[in-house]
């Protein structure tokens, strides 16, 4: 490799959310009615076919998820059991190839072991992050899915998807916008939810608030997703989170849910009236990059209509976002084998 990139002198509090270049990532083609060999490689770019499924008829699903670097030297993959999962249901979802489970999980421990350099250091507040995706490599000019699939795995060292980190934020409430249709793709984990969402994003981070706060597509009377995270929200010693057709089964709220219960939280996923805001005591965005955003304020901008959580984050917030970095970083046992060490 010409020009290897070195993380030297790197100030990992201010690393930011953003894509790096690393030195290796990992492909794999599917061809001919089967999945060919991982192979590295040391390209940022790929070479596909201009009449791919992925550019025109959004054939794309994509994955995040993370590695930390531990206290003991060792770095833990977070979840990729459940990535792998997630990923084939996106994949059924748009009528592209499976990727099978272990070739995703080979990939993903390959890309990081080939990376080691950049996972940013114990307790410095960034991680590695992993992007897996998956893409209709092969031309089709009717609308039907390809016969040609790319997965490519590559990472990059983050700091927090919101800049504040783990410190309150706001949302916006606007109904004149929805990310995905009540029997549409918000489920998967595909390219369109997120350019369907980047004219509200772009709107709300304009005057200020860290995401959009979605009501469902139909009724708009309950909660639904919130930018690129889940929504939960706290009172009387229950952990409450939507449940919808179109919100992405988050691997992190489904963590947050068995950690609530080991705290002594009750758990309820439910639909959720968005009257429902006023009577919280905690609210939080919760995902892979995000990790939880705690929330101090949501603007309903329909109803010129505020709801307010305090300025810091909330005693059982902040206990359940303590608890799940603690698994993730290797501090606390990890009682549902939810760590791969590399
Ligand atoms: N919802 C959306 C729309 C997302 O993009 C993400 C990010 O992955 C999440 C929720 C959180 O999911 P996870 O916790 O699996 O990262
Ligand atoms: C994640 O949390 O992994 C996401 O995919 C969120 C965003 C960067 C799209």
Redesign the pocket.
């Known amino acids: 490799m010409a020009n290897k990139i070195t993380m030297e002198n790197q100030d990992w509090k201010t690393i930011g959310?953003g894509y790096r270049k690393t030195n290796y990532n990992v492909r794999c083609y599917y061809k001919n009615g089967a999945w060919g060999p991982l192979e590295l490689s040391d390209s940022e770019y790929i070479n596909i076919h201009m009449s791919a499924t992925a550019l025109h008829y959004g054939q794309e699903a994509?994955?995040?998820?993370?590695a930390f670097m531990g206290k003991d030297g060792k770095v833990r993959i977070f979840r990729m059991d459940e990535n792998a999962k997630r990923m084939q249901y996106s994949a059924d979802g748009i009528l592209m190839e499976r990727i099978p489970l272990d070739k995703f999980q080979e990939a993903v421990k390959l890309a990081v072991e080939k990376n080691m350099d950049f996972v940013p250091p114990y307790g410095c507040g960034a991680s590695l992050?992993i992007?897996p995706l998956l893409i209709g490599s092969g031309p089709q000019i009717g609308v039907k899915p390809a016969d040609e699939y790319l997965f490519i795995v590559f990472v990059m060292p983050v700091g927090p998807?919101f800049p504040e980190g783990f410190k309150p934020t706001d949302l916006l409430i606007m109904r004149k916008f929805d990310r995905a249709a009540p029997q549409g793709t918000g489920k998967y984990?595909v390219g369109g939810n997120?350019a369907a969402s980047l004219t509200a994003g772009k709107k709300a981070k304009a005057e200020g608030y860290s995401a959009v706060l979605y009501l469902d597509s139909r009724e708009k009377k309950y909660i639904d997703e919130c930018g690129?995270?889940n929504f939960f929200g706290i009172k009387n010693g229950a952990y409450i989170t939507p449940e919808s057709d179109s919100i992405l089964p988050s691997i992190?709220n489904k963590s947050l849910m068995k950690i609530a219960e080991d705290i002594g939280l009750k758990v309820e996923r439910r639909r959720v009236p968005v009257e429902e805001l006023e009577t919280f005591e905690e609210v939080g965005a919760c995902?892979?990059?995000?990790v939880i955003s705690p929330i101090k304020r949501i603007y309903d901008d329909d109803l010129d209509k505020e709801y307010t959580y305090g300025t810091e984050p909330g005693p059982w917030t902040t206990k359940l976002y303590e608890k799940l970095r603690a698994i993730q970083d290797g501090d606390a046992p990890d009682p549902y084998g939810w760590v791969t060490v590399i």
């Open positions: 959310f994509f994955e995040g998820l993370k992050y992007r998807y984990k997120y690129p995270a992190t995902g892979t990059a995000a």
